[in-house]
């Protein structure tokens, strides 16, 4: 495979990363609430589960190679339709693109479980896994062999999830195009006020008559 070729691999695996997914936006919330220094776990937990999704990818598409070289190219002709649909699932997804709130609940606290928190959430995910091998199809060259391009596949695009996952960590708002939630959160309380004034007007009226 061509320098030009991986150079286009790597660009792939950088959007990949860069777009709106459950991961990045829990990346994101660590960031916003518990501090950047969540990074040191969180963009780790990320390209490490993202990782385990491409090598679990590259099963499939080893074995078409081997086995079934003759739909290779059919195969990348429908994995591109697939990419753009993927895209356009991917910014349309309201689970991720939803606000990003100040005061979300974070189900861990300290690092190492912060780490298999999000780790867990990533990696051996389907929707992941698939694309992964969609994008393979479209960058391994099946005429040349498989192990070399999948150790070097590997090395890139752990090296392009650090990077994307370091973008979700230093700027979440501006990578989500989002604010936080804070209005709603005060809009709520406002309502909730509201309602505890209106209870002890009624009660002290009761008591008044009451009396």
């Not at 896994?129 to 393979?136: F, Q, S, T, Y």
């Amino acid at each position: 495979m061509t320098m030009n070729l991986w150079l286009a691999f790597a660009a792939t695996a950088i959007a990949f990363v860069l777009l709106p997914n459950p991961p990045a936006q829990q990346v994101g919330t660590f960031s916003l609430q518990r501090g950047r220094r969540t990074a040191l776990a969180t963009v780790p937990a990320l390209a490490l589960g993202l990782l385990t999704c491409l090598l679990i990818a590259m099963l499939p598409v080893a074995l078409v190679v081997v086995y079934l070289p003759s739909i290779y190219g059919a195969l990348a002709w429908v994995g591109m339709a697939y990419l753009m649909i993927y895209v356009i699932w991917s910014l349309q997804d309201r689970r991720a693109g939803g606000l990003i709130a100040d005061n979300d609940n974070l189900p861990e606290r300290k690092g190492m479980r912060i780490f298999h928190h999000l780790l867990t959430r990533t990696m051996f995910a389907p929707r992941y896994i698939l694309a992964l091998a969609v994008m393979l199809i479209e960058f391994v060259d099946p005429a040349a062999p498989l192990l070399p391009q999948a150790v070097l596949a590997g090395e890139i695009f752990v090296v392009c999830a650090l990077i994307g996952g370091t973008v979700h960590a230093l700027s979440p708002r501006f990578m989500r195009g989002r604010k936080p939630g804070r209005v709603a959160a005060g809009s709520a309380s406002g309502k909730s006020r509201t309602v505890y004034i209106a209870r002890r007007a009624v009660t002290a009226g009761y008591r008044r008559i009451a009396a």
